[in-house]
């Protein structure tokens, strides 16, 4: 493949992420070349204890909303960095529908975000083979400006 | 004459400053700390508040500045803001998602000196050494008692300049030459400044106490303390302080009392048999043992309930606290007549052998104690400085002989806790163990990067949960909170835990395996 069209579409891809994405990036450099690899995985794992966490809450025979919320509280704040804004989006209709003690309202937010988060990381896990892809043709992976 | 007014690093100043980094997420205290270190800053990260405090107790004048969240499981950003405002007197900055005017409010009330929006910047972080050379310099004025001259204020205006790096050396120049006019004060001047430490506290406390709050004056406090070197300046800030503190306690008590109803909320839902509030309320990794497709599966055991024991702990510290500025004794019996379940679960397990979440469990253990020691150590301090000191930091085996028995089929059905626990003691078998049989197993995403992520200390930096027996069905949330906790170093170590990322990357979209990663090569980010 045309390294200079993966690079193209590698940037497209990245500048569909949060700009704080970018930041990330930025804090890589050659002495911790796996920084956003390892960041972004860290992520995934604290994401999915979250959403465990939010699951099992909201199949209690009494949901506490407030500790759902509290979670997804969790999960947005954890969120900010690594880029998703979809999922915030989801985090924030979540929170609204669990401050209206909304329980459908909540499982649907639920399966949003579950949807947003496999989403989100088919996207990342496409960015980190696109890299490798560059570099094996002999590129350089494109910075964000 | 060269006056210390700073720390003997000040050439170095800011590069070098020691930062303690608290947050509960450990995405945020990654970023951070990476941020931190591109600031040229010495960073130690820390996953929960209890922990902190532990380290800045020990390492009393190790640390310039505490950087720390303000939503954290196992404590509320703001205590811990006071406590180390009281105790060791370092500047602390705020961080949170929320910058609602009332919550920034709240920081700068309860003595933060900044309080920072997340996603936090590298410009924001670049600039916190500007908190630590002010309050080095109000320092010097609290110790020598004078008024703050024309020259000062200047100078406290340029650090305070957002954008601006270092002063120059000419401003540093002009702030020594100043120093030095006040010739006769050179051995008042000369005194170190004054760290509160734990026992200095607690003679103060002590003091307060038996003159009796109403009548406390600093003077009256000095003269009881009897400690040398200090001075009635010192006692002054620091009883200001105090009386803050309290005032906002026995407020937020008020508040509970009236009708919260937090105590009614907190005890019965605690699920009697369950040693929660031994444990470090954040359950870390300990989510479901069940193949899954992907999130969102339900974690059958385990409930995380990161709220709940944290506010019970507080309330417990609330009671003691509150009961501390008054006339004690009585007081103290009769609130720990309110709390009867929590008093007795908390205070069974006092072995730290036993149940190593000593994190969780010793506090508040403690703080159950109280009323059968003396009572004049029960106040805010009694939780930390009271504990029994188990050895918990010292280096034990870092890699403790536990044979994972377990089949690799049988990784799935395990208890979570009990995985948890496997992994979290033998940090490095576990790349090479658990990991290479689970990945193939798991099809989700858990087993993976539960290791990758337990992965990251280095052995010898483990902490208490090295000591810990491997039967019983423990819940080491916090013990797995500390492994990511000391993160001194750089943590680009084994190979291992990079081949462990290669394979399980491949885990990522649940079976679907949309990349394979045969080897993700250091150049791919490079």
């Known amino acids: ?145 | 004459m060269e006056r210390q007014w700073v720390p003997s690093r000040t050439e170095a100043f800011p590069m070098g400053l020691r930062v303690l980094v608290v947050d509960d997420d450990p995405t945020w205290l990654k970023i951070l700390e990476k941020m931190l270190r591109k600031c040229s800053y010495e960073v130690t990260t820390c996953g929960l508040a209890r922990v902190a405090l532990e380290t800045l107790r020990e390492r009393k004048n190790k640390f310039d500045i505490v950087v720390s969240d303000v939503n954290m499981p196992d404590m509320d950003g703001f205590k811990l803001l006071e406590h180390i405002g009281l105790e060791m007197d370092l500047p602390v900055i705020m961080m949170s998602i929320d910058g609602e005017t009332s919550r920034v409010m709240k920081g700068v009330q309860h003595g933060a000196c900044d309080y920072l929006l997340k996603p936090v910047r590298m410009k924001e972080l670049r600039n916190i050494w500007q908190h630590v050379y002010r309050k080095k310099m109000h320092e010097v004025k609290e110790i020598e008692g004078q008024e703050f001259t024309c020259a000062d204020l200047h100078l406290i205006r340029e650090a305070g300049f957002e954008e601006r790096g270092l002063l120059t050396r000419e401003d540093k120049k002009r702030k020594e030459e100043y120093n030095d006019q006040d010739g006769s004060d050179q051995s008042a001047a000369k005194k170190a400044r004054v760290v509160w430490s734990v026992d200095l506290h607690q003679t103060f406390v002590s003091a307060v106490n038996q003159i009796g709050f109403d009548k406390v004056g600093p003077k009256k406090i000095l003269d009881l303390m009897n400690v040398p070197g200090l001075t009635r300046e010192n006692v002054a800030s620091h009883l200001q302080k105090y009386r803050l503190y309290l005032s906002r306690l026995q407020k937020q008590n008020e508040d509970s009392n009236l009708g919260n109803n937090r105590w009614a909320d907190f005890n019965p839902k605690e699920p009697p048999a369950k040693p929660d509030l031994e444990t470090s309320p954040q359950v870390e990794q300990n989510t479901t043992s069940k193949p899954s497709p992907g999130f969102g599966f339900i974690a059958p055991e385990s409930e995380t309930q990161p709220i709940k024991p944290t506010s019970h702990f507080e309330e417990d510290n609330k009671v003691k606290r509150k009961t501390s500025s008054m006339p004690p004794l009585g007081m103290l019996l009769s609130f720990t007549g309110t709390i009867p379940s929590a008093e007795i679960k908390p205070s069974e397990p006092l072995t730290p052998s036993k149940h190593p979440n000593w994190t969780g469990g010793l506090p508040l253990v403690q703080s159950m104690q109280c009323p059968k020691h003396d009572h004049k150590r029960c106040d805010l301090l009694c939780d930390y400085s009271c504990l029994p000191k188990p050895d918990l930091y010292t280096s034990a085996p870092p890699v403790i002989s536990i044979n994972v028995q377990n089949e690799t089929g049988d990784l799935l059905d395990v208890k979570p806790a009990l995985m948890d626990c496997i992994k979290a003691i033998s940090p490095l078998t576990c790349t090479v163990d658990g990991s290479t049989s689970g990945f193939d197993r798991l099809p989700s995403i858990k087993g993976s990067f539960f290791e990758q992520s337990n992965c990251h200390a280095e052995p010898g930096r483990i902490t208490g949960s090295d000591l810990v027996p491997l039967p019983e069905d423990l819940n080491l949330d916090s013990s797995l909170q500390e492994i990511g906790c000391f993160e001194n170093v750089d943590l680009m170590n084994s190979i291992d835990y990079f081949q462990t990322e290669v394979e399980s990357s491949s885990n990522w979209c649940d079976g679907s395996e949309l990349f394979d990663y045969p080897l993700i090569d250091e150049c791919l980010f490079a």
């Open chain 1, 1 to 145: 493949m045309d390294v200079s069209m993966l690079q193209r579409t590698y940037l497209e891809l990245l500048s569909s992420l949060f700009s704080e994405f970018t930041t990330l990036q930025k804090l890589q450099d050659k002495d911790d070349p796996k920084f956003v690899f390892r960041t972004v995985s860290l992520f995934f794992d604290n994401a999915e204890r979250l959403i465990n966490g939010i699951s099992s809450n909201l199949n209690q025979p009494t949901v506490e909303f407030n500790k759902i919320k509290e979670l997804v509280h969790q999960l947005k704040g954890s969120n900010k960095f690594i880029g998703g804004e979809r999922i915030e989006d989801a985090c924030v209709a979540f929170r609204s529908y669990c401050d209206a003690n909304d329980l459908q309202g909540c499982f649907s937010s639920m399966q949003q975000l579950n949807q947003e988060f496999l989403n989100f990381k088919s996207k990342l896990d496409t960015l980190f083979t696109m890299e490798q892809q560059i570099v094996a043709a002999g590129g350089s992976i494109p910075k964000m400006q």
